[in-house]
Every structure is written in structure tokens, then in C-alpha cells.
């Protein structure tokens, strides 16, 4: 997989997960209940899953969202997925592409 991040004056940008930003997820967790309820130890976990692709977006450095989803063959879901209560409904400039 790889992805192309391009910016723009605002814009956010979009890299991989990584296990220590599990406490940051969990933060914004808690200002998404309509999002899965996921403790810190679970996100890290469900990192060393086969098929789990996950990525953060990034304003100066602070998580601002995620997306977790796996990939199963040809089928692939979105196993949850967050954004800052202060991020959403914004076109934030964020422009990427992905190959899997």
C-alpha cells in the first residue's frame, strides 16, 4: 500500500497509524459516540491484525481523525472511524491517493 499526501495552505495530512497514536484515537473516541468505544489496548492490538489498514489525519502534528478498516480477499470494511468534534464538516484541503 502507498499513499500520496499533497498539501495545500490548511491542509491536513494523512499517514499511516501508528501504535502510539492508540492514546490520542482513544481520545477522540470519547467526543464520538456514534463511533465504536475502543480502549487504547484494543487499537494497538487490532494494529497486528492481518489485513487491518489504518491511517491518521494530522493538523500540526495532533491526530485530528482516523479510519481503521481491513481487507478480507476481495472485500474489504470500514471497522470504525473518528473525527475531532472541532474537525468535522470541513474541507480541510486533504487530497490523497492510495494503492493497495
Do not use: H
Amino acid at each position: 500500500m502507498g499513499a500520496e499526501t499533497m498539501r495545500g495552505p490548511t491542509a491536513s495530512t494523512i499517514r499511516a497509524f501508528r501504535k502510539t497514536d492508540a492514546a490520542a484515537a482513544t481520545e477522540i473516541l470519547k467526543g464520538s459516540l456514534e463511533a465504536a468505544q475502543w480502549t487504547e489496548w484494543g487499537v494497538s492490538e487490532l494494529l497486528g491484525w492481518s489485513g487491518v489498514v489504518a491511517l491518521v489525519s494530522e493538523d500540526g502534528r495532533k491526530v485530528s481523525g482516523f479510519i481503521v478498516g481491513r481487507q478480507a480477499g476481495e472485500e474489504a470494511e470500514i471497522l470504525n472511524l473518528a473525527v475531532t468534534p472541532a474537525n468535522r464538516r470541513k474541507d480541510r484541503g486533504v487530497r490523497y491517493s492510495m494503492r493497495l
